[in-house]
């Protein structure tokens, strides 16, 4: 199989690239020639990964971390001048975090399908044309294959602890569900065994939004003058009502008008920065693309059953109103009855399904706790 290292032929620069300031200063591209063949039939011809490392390959203890639905490769910084990472606090040195590079060899990649380096809808396919409309459908199982010929390449054999929140521990227990052997430990965070109606219902609303936009054309709006920016701001805000929760709403903005903007509530005003916030930073077409891969999922589909204890934690939060506490414990259970050695607990707090980004100290005690296999 061949592999190459460097800035990839498929990959040009967008808009929301020059506003993150990538490629980040330790992003690294690996791409394959050899086709991916997904669980729909279809094949990606030749793909490639962006990725971090944090620690030492060779001796740390190894870890993989899976980034929820807008996240990429860069979990958090590698030195004090570094751009901050989306989940600042986990990873670091010393006793106040998770992971610490000093014990740990810590991998993150940018999910297949996604906006930061890694094959997606926006990538030009071998003709050097955006892919567009014509991406393939993935699962988060094809993504989660992807990232073991990641592994694979960068020689890293010891079995791995999984991390991740939402979408990142669906693909965390996608990953425990094919590579077994694989596999030391699972930790999901705020994440279900089956994508619900429910989650599903946000979704297509999102998804509605996006396509629905007179700029979407189809999904093939990469050489057109606007791509369907109001739509995926709609689709932002749509979700941030669900990763937040009446309590959380009610503390930070109750009915508080913006001083300088008469008659708009404060929430509202939170809202609409949230999609223009997006917009800059992320692709229409891979919101499609992830979150339809997210509705798809399901372990129970794959037949899936453990033949050793394999130990999972399923980190449900209090108040979230996506996948509330309630059905990750269920999914734990079910979990056990597939021959996993699953423990659940609740991450408490008022800010809903993004609780686990928002208090990161009381994340970082749940880690700890589970992986030195004492109370949290």
């Not at 992807?146 to 939402?166: C, I, K, M, W």
């Not at 989650?199 to 189809?218: K, L, M, N, S």
């Not at 999609?275 to 794959?302: P, Q």
């Not at 980190?315 to 999914?331: F, H, K, N, W």
Request: hydrophobic residues 40%; charged residues 20%.
């Amino acid at each position: 199989m061949a592999v190459h290292s460097g800035w990839p032929a498929s990959l040009r620069l967008m808009g929301w690239h020059r506003h993150e300031g990538f490629p980040y200063r330790d992003s690294r591209f690996l791409t394959w020639d050899e086709p991916l063949t997904l669980d729909n039939g279809a094949e990606l011809p030749g793909i490639t990964l962006c990725y971090e490392e944090w620690g030492d390959r060779e001796h740390g203890e190894p870890v993989l971390v899976f980034h929820a639905l807008t996240g990429d490769s860069h979990v958090a910084r590698h030195a004090p001048d570094d751009r901050p990472g989306w989940w600042e606090g986990i990873l670091g040195p010393g006793e106040t975090y998770a992971f610490d590079p000093a014990r740990h060899y810590v991998l993150a990649a940018n999910t297949l399908g996604g906006v930061m380096g890694s094959t997606g809808p926006a990538s030009l396919d071998p003709a050097g044309r955006p892919w567009g409309s014509r991406f393939p459908r993935l699962s988060l199982f094809d993504m989660v294959r992807a990232e073991a010929r990641l592994l694979d390449a960068l020689g890293v054999r010891q079995p791995l602890t999984v991390v991740g929140a939402s979408m990142g521990g669906m693909k965390a227990l996608a990953f425990a569900a094919l590579y077994p052997e694989r596999t030391r430990r699972v930790v999901a965070i705020g994440a279900p065994v089956r994508h619900s109606p429910w989650a599903i219902a946000y979704h297509t609303v999102g998804r509605q939004a996006v396509e629905t936009d007179p700029d979407f054309a189809g999904g093939d709006y990469y050489d057109r003058p606007a791509g369907p920016e109001r739509g995926l701001a709609l689709a932002r805000m749509a979700d941030m009502i669900s990763y937040r929760s009446p309590a959380a709403f009610q503390a930070r903005f109750g009915r508080r008008l913006q001083p300088d903007r008469p008659g708009l509530y404060q929430v509202s005003s939170y809202l609409l920065y949230q999609g223009g916030k997006l917009v800059r930073r992320f692709d229409a077409n891979s919101y499609l693309v992830l979150t339809r891969a997210m509705d798809d999922f399901d372990l129970a589909e794959h037949g899936v059953r453990w033949t050793r204890p394999l130990p999972v934690l399923m980190v449900g939060i209090s108040s979230d109103m996506l996948y509330p506490p309630a059905e990750i414990e269920e999914a734990a259970h079910w979990l056990t009855r597939q021959g996993c050695r699953a423990e659940f607990t609740v991450l408490q707090g008022i800010w809903g399904h993004d609780t686990f980004l928002v208090d990161v100290p009381r994340t970082v005690e749940i880690l700890r706790a589970f992986l030195e296999d004492r109370p949290a």
